[in-house]
C-alpha cells in the first residue's frame, strides 16, 4: 500500500483529534463551548505576537483595545524585553511576556486575552526563576507584577518571601526530578 502524503499537515494538530478523544462523548453545547475556546486561544495567541512585534519596534498603540494597548504602551514606556526566556533547568523555564531589571526592579507584565479569572502565580513564578537564573534574592530587589486583561490591569508587589517559597519549591522539585530521570522513570 502507498498511503497519502500530507505534508501539509506537519506539525498541526486537529481539533477532532484521535489523541484526544474525549471530544466522542461531548454533546453539541460542550462541542460549541470546546470549538469556541479554541478559536479564542489561537486569536490570544496572534495578539500576543501583535504586542511583542509592536513592543520590538517601539510602536504604540491606540486605546482600541484597552489592556492590549496599555500593555504595549506600558512596555515600551518601562524600556521592557518582550517575550524573554526565564531558565533555571530543563525542568523548569518560562517565558515572560514583558520584562525588565532597571534601578533593581523588576517588572514582569503578562497580556491576558481570555475571559477567565487569572491568578498573579504564573508572574510570581516568573520572579522565582529571575532570581535564580540571575542571582538575586528576593528581599534585595522591588518586584512588580502586572496583569493586564480587559479593561483591567492588576498590580502586585508580592512579599519577597512568596518569591522565596517559590524558588524552594522550584529547587527541590527540580532536584526530585533529576533523582527520577536518574532512576528511569
Not at 512596555?75 to 511576556?97: H, R, V, W
Amino acid at each position: 500500500m502507498i498511503f497519502n502524503q500530507h505534508s501539509s499537515l506537519e506539525g498541526k494538530h486537529a481539533f477532532l483529534s484521535p489523541s484526544n478523544y474525549h471530544w466522542l462523548g461531548y454533546t453539541d453545547e460542550k462541542m460549541e463551548a470546546r470549538y469556541i475556546a479554541s478559536v479564542a486561544s489561537r486569536r490570544g495567541t496572534d495578539l500576543h505576537n501583535l504586542a511583542h512585534e509592536a513592543i520590538r519596534l517601539n510602536v504604540k498603540l491606540s486605546k482600541g483595545n484597552q489592556a492590549l494597548s496599555t500593555y504595549v504602551n506600558d512596555a515600551i514606556g518601562y524600556k521592557m524585553s518582550t517575550e524573554q526566556p526565564l531558565f533555571y533547568s530543563e525542568n523548569c523555564f518560562g517565558t515572560a511576556d514583558a520584562i525588565s531589571f532597571r534601578r533593581n526592579k523588576l517588572r514582569i507584565h503578562d497580556l491576558k486575552t481570555g475571559f477567565t479569572v487569572t491568578s498573579m502565580k504564573q508572574l510570581q513564578v516568573y520572579a522565582a526563576l529571575f532570581c535564580l537564573e540571575y542571582g538575586y534574592a528576593p528581599q534585595d530587589i522591588e518586584i512588580e507584577l502586572r496583569i493586564y486583561q480587559r479593561d483591567d490591569i492588576r498590580i502586585e508587589e508580592p512579599h519577597p518571601d512568596t518569591i522565596n517559597d517559590i524558588i524552594t519549591k522550584i529547587m527541590e522539585f527540580d532536584h526530585q526530578i533529576e533523582i527520577m530521570k536518574d532512576n528511569d522513570y
